[in-house]
């Protein structure tokens, strides 16, 4: 029995011997993530690591026989490269591990973040000056700040309405001057950018543009709020790193907006993925919106849809909405006329 009790208290020793030399090694690997990330190498390097691997087998000498000593070793390599890849998504200027406190995004007396709810309405594209002034009145009406409005269309068909482009942008500024709402229009590229950019006041970039990278740096040059939305077939991580090329530019006013995913679901246009808003919120100190027009492509669940995103503690919401959707050019089947956004935005705020 002794004999077991001393046998037993060397296996403790070396289990703090073990304990002990991991951890050295996570540190020096974490030290050499560093090192990789700042000269741009990849984190995992397969080469390397068959070199250790074999240069540690070479040394084996039992009993624990060369299959299972390899085994034990990938599985140090696997936990290695994830915590590199935590202390990577951790150090990233978006993280809250990074900056704790909420971003506030302040524009013309207003706030997108922390504990406000910020609500995005307009018509999927600006058609003319009467269409756009119907819609300003209504906002205001109802002492609403901001508007959006296409400009330029990313249509899925190079032969639908393209809209129209810097004649749109003027008149959102024409209407935006005089109700002193605040606008929200797309570019889609670094020449639409410069063109509008005086003329807007949230810039925002489309879910076909997430990972337009120069786009990207290109708008995280400026010092004007981005509405970021997530790529349709794009992960959460994905979309945070599009976020951290705009905000590692310079420009920290960078507002996520989570507009569904393609999924293999066809009841709705695009999947809401409800999670990525709490997920975002956690992992990131960036105000996160909702599109649910986009999200649902369908108007008869998109009350619910909202208020289940304000529920999941989202800082807005946006939505299409048109004086007459059955004439707009585009996406006429999702946008509100005036009495269903009266009924769905009263929802939303009793
Ligand atoms: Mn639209």
Redesign the pocket.
Same mark, same amino acid.
């Given at each position: 029995m002794d004999r077991i009790k001393e046998l037993r208290q060397r296996i403790d020793k070396v289990n703090q011997q073990i304990l002990k030399l991991l951890n050295e090694r996570a540190q020096i690997a974490l030290e050499i993530g560093l090192e990789k990330r700042k000269s741009g190498h990849a984190m995992y390097d397969p080469i390397r690591e068959k070199e250790i691997l074999d240069s540690i087998l070479k040394e084996n000498q039992g009993p624990f026989s060369n299959e299972v000593i390899a085994y034990l070793f990938k599985e140090i390599f696997k936990a290695t490269l994830a915590l590199q890849k935590d202390e990577f998504i951790n150090n990233l200027k978006i993280s809250r591990k990074y900056q704790n406190e909420d971003t506030l995004i302040k524009i013309k007396g207003e706030i997108i973040g922390g504990s406000n709810t910020t609500y995005i309405f307009g018509?999927? !594209?600006i058609e003319s000056v009467e269409q756009l002034e119907e819609v300003a009145k209504l906002l205001v009406n109802k002492g609403l700040k901001f508007i959006r409005g296409?400009a330029y269309?990313p249509r899925t068909s190079p032969y639908d309405f393209q809209g129209l482009g810097f004649t749109g942008v003027k008149i959102m500024t024409e209407i935006t001057d005089k109700s002193n709402l605040i606008s929200v229009i797309e570019v889609l590229n670094e020449k639409q950018l410069e063109e509008a950019y005086d003329y807007i006041d949230i810039i925002q970039i489309g879910s076909r543009n997430m990972d337009n990278f120069s786009l990207l740096r290109s708008v995280g040059q400026t010092n004007k709020p981005v509405i970021l939305k997530r790529g349709y077939s794009s992960t959460i991580e994905e979309f945070k790193l599009a976020a951290e090329y705009i905000v590692s530019e310079g420009n920290q006013q960078v507002i996520l907006c989570e507009r569904g995913i393609r999924t293999f679901e066809t009841a709705t246009r695009n999947t809401l993925d409800i999670s990525a808003i709490p997920i975002l919120k956690k992992e990131t100190h960036l105000p996160v919106i909702v599109d649910v027009?986009?999200a649902a492509g369908r108007k008869d669940i998109m009350t619910l849809l909202a208020k289940a995103s304000l529920a999941a503690n989202c800082n807005g919401i946006m939505a299409?909405i048109h004086p007459n959707p059955f004439v707009a050019l !585009?996406?006429s089947h #999702? #946008?509100m006329n005036f009495a269903e956004f009266e009924s769905f935005y009263q929802a939303l705020i009793e």
């Open positions: 018509p999927c !594209s296409g269309k027009s986009h299409e !585009s996406d #999702q #946008q």
